[in-house]
């Protein structure tokens, strides 16, 4: 039988594991009685975890919330985890900032000294997250460290990468060699910010589809970032913008609606008041046809100020949607493939 702080400590631990624990299987797990049992469940309370008791032939017992916060206990993945978490929550643009700090530092300061070793590789920058971002795809930590520690030794990364589509040849694709530079999380996902060395170029790789391969390679002098900012950089891929971080495709309308109407669905376009019924939009988007049909969701009237290229845009999505009203799909007409050039 443990000694009685350890059997705590493991009773805690089942108690948070899951919601209803019956009397008799918390004693065989424990290897004690279930008069046992309920001493310990009297201890904890005592303590301030406020655990109920559940009706039942067994009888049981569930770990609630209480009017207080007691002490916590998790295992090292849920430390670390936690402390990434607040680690990317200091720079969420959420309002919490100064909070996730104080909360990481405390942290830290209780972690014994390997998990602190594992949260010290683990380097990264946030971007500031949308409300409607959220973590899509898991990571194992032990790959987010391998690419840190890559990153901070300035050593060319070996991985393995699977594409977003299956393919025949996935099982034989080639090992990728690159020059880590940045470990990013934005927008619910992890990626790597790289140069390329097969194809002499900067890349964003996801981290889910990493597997790194051992050991690293040779060291490598660091090249600057594009724009010199890692972030700009990164919001400007997601915009599939190569000048910047700006829209590749921006535009200039006039909507037939009155400005406060606008503002709360304009995102980050420029919203100029022209009147009780009308205003200005300036807005962009990675493509045009994407930005006017963009647009169509004010649903309302709408003139085209500048470019001709967004007009263009309007012409050809009428006739895609004349068609597809007709069932005939996509047109071909002259009108359509002229817009799609000016487009393209």
């Known amino acids: 039988m443990a000694a009685p702080t350890s059997r705590l400590l493991t009773l805690l631990s089942l108690l948070q594991t899951r919601r209803d624990w019956p009397g008799s299987t918390l004693a065989e797990r424990l290897e004690v009685s279930q008069r046992t049992v309920r001493r310990d469940i009297e201890r904890l309370r005592e303590m301030g975890y406020r655990i109920q008791a559940t009706m039942g032939p067994d009888g049981g017992y569930r770990l609630g ?3 207080e916060l007691p002490p916590l206990l998790f295992d090292d993945d849920q430390v670390v985890a936690l402390a990434v978490a607040l680690q990317a929550a200091t720079a969420s643009g959420a309002g919490i900032e100064e909070a996730s700090l104080r909360a990481l530092t405390t942290i830290r300061q209780v972690m014994p000294s390997h998990l602190r070793h594992r949260l010290d590789a683990l380097r990264f920058t946030t971007l500031p997250s949308r409300p409607y971002d959220h973590l899509q795809d898991a990571v194992s930590t032990g790959v987010l460290i ?10 060319v990364l070996r991985f393995d990468y699977t594409s977003g589509a299956r393919r025949a040849d996935d099982d034989h694709r080639p090992l990728r060699r690159v020059e880590p530079h940045h470990l990013v999380t934005a927008r619910g996902r992890w990626y790597l910010v790289a140069w390329d060395l097969d194809r002499d170029e900067w890349r964003l790789f996801r981290a889910d589809r990493i597997a790194p391969r051992t050991p ?6 660091r090249r600057e ?5 890692v972030a700009e950089y990164v919001s400007a891929r997601f915009k599939g913008s190569a000048e910047g971080d700006r829209w590749p495709c921006q535009g200039k309308v006039v909507l037939s609606l009155p400005a406060r109407d606008v ?3 304009a995102g980050g376009g420029v919203v100029e008041d022209l009147g009780p019924d009308r205003c ?3 807005i962009g988007s990675w493509s045009w046809i994407a930005l006017a049909a963009d647009l169509n969701r004010f649903d309302t009237d709408i003139e085209v100020v500048r470019p001709p290229a967004l007009a263009h845009a309007f012409a050809v999505l009428a006739e895609r949607n004349a068609a597809t009203a007709r069932g005939k799909g996509t047109p071909g007409s002259a009108v359509a493939k002229a817009a799609a050039d000016t487009v393209s």
């Open 65 to 67: 919330a209480g009017s």
């Open 146 to 155: 391998a690419i840190s520690a890559a990153v901070r030794a300035d050593e």
């Open 216 to 221: 690293a390679g040779p060291r490598f002098a």
């Open 225 to 229: 970032i594009p724009g010199g900012d």
């Open 263 to 265: 503002l709360p669905f």
């Open 280 to 282: 200005s939009l300036e």
